[in-house]
């Protein structure tokens, strides 16, 4: 569908929603959810823009950049309205974003489902980062998900549902994203960045086929730092003897990282896992984790201790997001738990 043309890969989400769309019963509440940087809040824009386009050509609706389309693609159209956390500038200039989408802030949304659309036939709601809505919000959410009022459709975009309450999950239709393929983020890093062929094939492979680790490794001053407390990491794992220094430093450093960059700290490690694991099963020796990141060689780990520490890594990211939890414990826990498993 010309729809979608914007929207990379994800085909079979452009089928299931191209086939939503045919039918006369648009669902009022649906859940996206998949990794960051793969195109969800593209598709919900992209719907929109199709439920508000006045233009006739059935082909080009939603897809015109008329006056309306352009307002959706800016945030500024009335009948959409994004609830994110909110950001706040701090005194010194910094920006600060809150942990949680309050309930007042959902509140707001049940009163302006309320009120006719201004312009169009239909009023939308993107809650971007579902995730974040707290219990409280989540629960006062719960009504209005099961029967919005007329012509009120709800998108909920996560990349973490297992933070949310499974009433909330029952009460959408869900639609899962997958990574974008590799070839299309090598074709994206070519067209936006002159980058060697070197540097945009070791690129495209860390960015692990999300948008948001393309923009973090090609533009964030962060991205070095991060590789270094990653090659901390794995330097710590794969030494004969614990250094205890270099652990505690690690730890250290990874306390002071913000929200954000913990996540591209852990899904590179889970990265690394993955190809160490490929490495072990395929003996390849050349995995491309190592072809393209690692200079130095890692000792194996355990086979069928693979899944143990995955999901303590996942686990690990979860409490250190999403609680107040003692950082240095929690990841020299972490570390040492993946030394005990090196063969
Ligand atoms: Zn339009």
Known sequence: MRMFSEIKDQNKVKTILSNLISTDHFPHALLFYGPKGVGKFLTAKAIVKYFNCRNSDPKQKGNDHCSIC????????????????????????????????????IKEVMKIMKYKPFEGEYKFFIIDGAENMNNISENAFLKTLEEPLPNNHIILISHNINKMLPTVLSRCITIKFNRLKENTVLELLRKKYE?????????????????????????NKMADEIISVLDAIIECIAAKNIDMEALFMISQKIHSLQLNYLDHLFDLLLLYLHSSYLTTVHDAGNSRFFKYYLNFKTKNIKLNSYNIIISEVIKTKFYLVNTNVDVKLLVENLILLIRKNIL
């Open 70 to 105: 352009s307002r959706i693609d800016e945030e500024i159209y009335p009948d959409l309205t994004i609830v994110r956390t909110e950001k706040t500038i701090k005194k010194s200039g910094e920006e600060k974003e809150a942990k949680e989408i309050r309930k007042d802030q």
């Open 195 to 219: 980058l060697s062929s070197e540097e945009t094939e070791r690129i495209s492979f860390m960015a692990n086929g999300s948008l948001n680790g393309i923009e973090f490794l090609t533009e």
